[in-house]
Every structure is written in structure tokens, then in C-alpha cells.
């Protein structure tokens, strides 16, 4: 382009302009795409899951393939949610334990020896 008030504007012809967009255009061919992308599982998918999930926790090769062939998702989709979902169940087991302990622990606390209390008002 040209000038303007002594300031020179840079255009897309200009070679400090396309040298710049050539090494950025390469450096982002240098970096890998992720390959994969969150599935999203439908409901009835999810159902499904979730049901053979509640029968076996650790679900088997040839089930598995089976299962992820009745759900329309693939077998690695289908183990990664095993996974996720064991953890998750883990968890919730954990937590519920803590509960229970809390809850021992205050009902210890406020437990009352029946047979040692008397009756003043005789």
C-alpha cells in the first residue's frame, strides 16, 4: 500500500505480513488435533448403561461389545463409562459411609444408659 502521513500501512502483500502468516499457519500444522471429542450419550443410551451397570459392575469383553452394539456407541465409549461410572460409584459409597460414621459417632454421644437413669419423682 502506501503512505499515509509518513506511516507506512502494512497490506497483505506485504512480505513481513505473509512470512508471519506462513510460520503461524505451519507451527499450527505442528500441533496435534485432539482425536477425540466428550461423548454425549441419549437417554436411552444412558438407560441402558446405567441397567446393566445396576447387574454387574465389571462388565466383560464379549458383554461388552455386545452392549455397546445394542447402544449404537462404540466399545471403548462403552468401557471409558464403566470406568467413569465405578468411580463415581465409589464415591458415593464413601461419602455414605462418612455419613454413617457421623452419624454413629453423634448418636454415641448422645446415647443415655436407660438403666442407670432414676426416676426423682417417686
Request: include cysteine.
Amino acid at each position: 500500500m502506501g503512505k499515509l502521513l509518513g506511516i507506512r500501512i502494512a497490506d497483505s502483500h506485504s512480505p513481513t505480513h505473509s512470512s508471519t502468516n506462513l510460520s503461524t499457519c505451519s507451527s499450527n500444522q505442528n500441533k496435534r488435533k485432539r482425536s477425540w471429542s466428550r461423548a454425549v450419550f441419549s437417554n436411552l443410551q444412558r438407560k441402558g448403561l446405567e441397567r446393566r451397570f445396576q447387574l454387574q459392575k465389571y462388565i466383560t469383553k464379549p458383554d461388552r461389545r455386545q452392549l455397546a452394539a445394542t447402544l449404537g456407541l462404540t466399545d471403548a465409549q462403552v468401557k471409558v463409562w464403566f470406568q467413569n461410572r465405578r468411580m463415581k460409584w465409589r464415591h458415593s459409597r464413601e461419602g455414605q459411609n462418612g455419613e454413617n460414621a457421623a452419624a454413629d459417632s453423634t448418636q454415641e454421644e448422645l446415647h443415655i444408659d436407660v438403666d442407670t437413669v432414676t426416676d426423682d419423682a417417686d
